[in-house]
C-alpha cells in the first residue's frame, strides 16, 4: 500500500522505502542530489556490498574475458580482419543495446511499489545520485547473468567460428561505455568529442532527461529523434 504523503529518510536506507513514494516517484528520482557521498542502500552489509563496483572493476573483469573469446575465435579457424570486423560488429551492436536499454528499460514509466523499487535499483538512483561514483558502472556479477541471453541469441545468429569474438566485441562496446560513462560524470574535459559527449550526457541528467540517451556517442538518439534540439551553456 503507498503510503500518503510519503517522505524519504535520506538518512536511512533507500530502496526499501522510495517504493513507498507512488505516482510521486518519477519526480521524486528526477531531482537529483549533488553529492560524491554514497547513499546507502540496504541494512544488510552484504547486500550493500554488492551495490558498489569501483570503476576500474569493469576493465579488470572484463578485458581478459574479451581476449579469451577472440581466442576460442582464432582456435577455431577464424582469420585474423574476419576476427577484426567481428570485433566491430560486437561494438556496434552494444551501441544499440545501449540505447534502447537507457531508452525503454532505464528509462521506462514504473507504477507501484515494487516496479518503484526496481526502477531505483535498475537506473532511478543513478538519476537521484548522479555523482555517486560507486554506483555509476555496472556490478560485473549483474552483467554476468545478462551475458547468459545475449549468448544465447547470438549462438543462433552468428556462425559457429565467429560468434565468440562477436560476444567480445559486444563486452568490450560495453566495457568503453562504462569506463566512458564514469569519465563523463568525474572527468573534466575542456574540449573535443569529450567535452561534447559530457555536456551532452549532464543535459540527460539535468535538462532534457527524455533526449540524448546515447553515452559513447548520439548515432541511435540521430536516428530514433531523440537528439536534443540545441546545444545549451557549456559545463564549467
Not at 124 to 144: E, I, Q, S
Not at 147 to 158: C, N, Q, R
Not at 164 to 169: S, V, Y
Amino acid at each position: 500500500m503507498v503510503a500518503q504523503g510519503f517522505i524519504v529518510d535520506l538518512n536511512k536506507p533507500l530502496v526499501f522505502q522510495v517504493g513507498h513514494l507512488g505516482d510521486s516517484y518519477e519526480e521524486w528520482v528526477h531531482q537529483p542530489i549533488i553529492s560524491k557521498g554514497s547513499p546507502r542502500f540496504f541494512e544488510n552489509d552484504i547486500l550493500e556490498f554488492l551495490t558498489r563496483t569501483v570503476w576500474w572493476a569493469i576493465p579488470s573483469v572484463w578485458l581478459p574475458i574479451v581476449g579469451w573469446l577472440v581466442w576460442i575465435s582464432l582456435k577455431r579457424g577464424g582469420g585474423i580482419s574476419e576476427l577484426f570486423l567481428t570485433l566491430l560488429g560486437g561494438i556496434f551492436l552494444w551501441t544499440f543495446l545501449e540505447y534502447t536499454l537507457h531508452r525503454f528499460v532505464f528509462h521506462m514509466k514504473p507504477s507501484g511499489y515494487w516496479a518503484n523499487t526496481l526502477h531505483y535499483l535498475i537506473h532511478g538512483c543513478h538519476h537521484k545520485h548522479p555523482m555517486d561514483g560507486l554506483r555509476l558502472v555496472f556490478p560485473p556479477a549483474a552483467t554476468a547473468i545478462l551475458l547468459l541471453p545475449l549468448w544465447s541469441v547470438i549462438k543462433l545468429l552468428v556462425p559457429f567460428t565467429y560468434a565468440p569474438a562477436f560476444l567480445g566485441g559486444g563486452l568490450l562496446g560495453y566495457i568503453i561505455y562504462d569506463c566512458t560513462h564514469y569519465y563523463l560524470h568525474h572527468g573534466k574535459p575542456f574540449k573535443g568529442i569529450s567535452h561534447s559527449l559530457k555536456r551532452y550526457h549532464m543535459d540527460h541528467h539535468f535538462k532534457l532527461q527524455d533526449k540524448g540517451y546515447g553515452i559513447t556517442s548520439k548515432f541511435w538518439d540521430i536516428i530514433f529523434g531523440t537528439l536534443p534540439p540545441k546545444p545549451t551553456n557549456k559545463i564549467k
